[in-house]
């Protein structure tokens, strides 16, 4: 059920109704029922899945916080397998067999599994994975409703694609809920349609580039091909992911729920670290909090701090997807970082400085998407090549694909130097009503295509 669908806006206004005619109490099964429904919407079996790996993690938090010593690592174990290797199996399998296949012989094809990728497994895990571990740790308290740690989990504006909510960043607005005011209704439908627009007009008509060039790169030989479409999908990747959070943020909101922001203009960063620190704020916090300070973080000297670099994004890129390109792509963040260590310490470059900079950054990461887009690891080094030593060839942006790029550009400069589009939440009413009917009016002319295009990251 895509968020951009008449079905999901029918669901939405359902549930909104319902959840504010019941009494309180019921409102948690009302959610916990809805978002069983949505995910089920995709593949009913599946929802057997969820239900395991909550049963499991609930369980296991209890099971840490009333016994000592072996026997809570053995719950934290067990709720790790169980994660991990559910995950490892639907993700993985079919990579590792045919790699190793591969190994012991080489050139013989090999049929995959028939395995099927249930949506969003990527994001609950992790989810489930940080409330386990904290519990572990003594920075959550447990939950003691099986109902309550379902509907943390299973909550339907985050459980495909994200943010990944933290335990008490939810159960603080949970535990503590107070219907949304007007001024979080307004946000709330600002965020909604802030992120149809980032979706339906800027990501799909920069997928129409990308798709177009990475289906048959060695159709479209030329450096301008190679980087005006890679380039597309850096824009498209953009906008079809903060344009999903927006819209689950807002979502969230209009229940009276605040999820964490998960994007902050990120091609505006001036370092590939700082780029991290925009881009999927979510996981990045994740992959530090629970892999890069488990390894030891920066307290063991350099070498140690380059290895935990690396081995953070390496696999930060094979959780995006199971192939070698997303090892490449993740090692190659990784280096990136473990350089600007070096180079720039960790502070964030200011002044003028941060211009070139920024272009620079903006092209290593656009680089970097070829690996992540393009179908294995010959055509991304064939893009790669183009890039560099191909003939000069032609641009694929269109004029209106550069005036949306210079729209948007616009737009970021004017949030991230003057707050604009954060005054113009917070403005009043009439400035309000204004910026909706064009986000409306725009959305009615300028959306890219009558199909309804899936998210990005639901394939992960």
Do not use: C
Request: proline share 4%.
């Amino acid at each position: 059920m895509l968020f951009t669908t008449f079905q999901f806006a029918i669901f939405l206004a359902v549930v909104l109704a319902l959840h504010y005619a019941l009494p309180r109490p019921a409102r948690r099964y009302l959610l916990l029922a809805a978002s069983l429904y949505f995910y089920m919407a995709w593949n009913p079996k599946f929802v057997l899945l969820i239900l395991f790996l909550i049963t499991i993690d609930f369980f296991a938090a209890k099971w840490i916080v009333s016994r000592q010593g072996a026997a809570r690592r053995m719950a934290l174990l067990v709720s790790l397998v169980a994660n991990v290797g559910l995950l490892g199996w639907f993700k993985y399998a079919n990579f590792f067999r045919e790699t190793w296949l591969n190994l012991l012989h080489p050139g013989v094809p090999v049929a995959p599994m028939d395995i099927i990728l249930p949506l969003g497994i990527s994001f609950h895990t992790f989810q489930s994975i940080s409330y386990v571990i904290d519990v572990y740790r003594g920075e959550q308290e447990v939950i003691q409703s099986y109902v309550d740690y379902s509907l943390f989990v299973a909550f339907f504006p985050q459980l495909v694609a994200g943010p990944i909510v933290r335990a008490k960043e939810f159960f603080h607005d949970y535990f503590n809920w107070a219907p949304p005011t007007a001024e979080e209704w307004q946000r709330g439908i600002y965020f909604i349609l802030t992120g149809f627009v980032k979706k339906l007009i800027f990501a799909d008509r920069f997928s129409m580039v990308a798709d177009a060039y990475f289906t048959r790169p060695e159709a479209m030989p030329g450096l301008l091909q190679a980087w005006s479409g890679t380039i597309a999908f850096g824009l498209q990747i953009f906008f079809d992911f903060s344009g999903y959070t927006d819209i689950a943020i807002g979502v969230a909101l209009l229940f009276g729920y605040h999820f964490p922001e998960n994007f902050r203009r990120p091609y505006l960063a001036a370092t590939v670290t700082e780029f991290w620190r925009r881009w999927h704020m979510t996981l990045s916090s994740w992959l530090r909090d629970y892999i890069y300070i488990s390894l030891g973080g920066n307290r063991r000297g350099s070498i140690r701090t380059w290895a935990n670099l690396m081995a953070t994004m390496l696999l930060g890129g094979l959780w995006h997807g199971a192939s070698w390109n997303f090892i490449i792509w993740g090692g190659y963040h990784g280096a990136a970082l473990a350089v600007e260590r070096v180079i720039f310490g960790r502070g964030e470059r200011r002044g003028v400085a941060r211009i070139p900079l920024g272009v620079i950054t903006f092209l290593v990461v656009n680089l970097g998407w070829v690996f992540f887009r393009a179908k294995g690891l010959p055509a991304a080094l064939f893009v790669i090549r183009q890039m560099f030593t191909g003939d000069a060839g032609k641009n694929l942006l269109t004029g209106s694909n550069l005036a949306l790029a210079g729209v948007a550009l616009a737009i970021a400069l004017g949030e991230e130097y003057g707050q604009a589009l954060t005054r113009l939440a917070n403005g009043p009413t009439w400035a309000r009503t204004v910026a909706a009917v064009v986000a409306l009016l725009a959305l009615e002319l300028f959306t890219a295509s009558d199909l309804a295009i899936p998210f990005v990251y639901f394939q992960f």
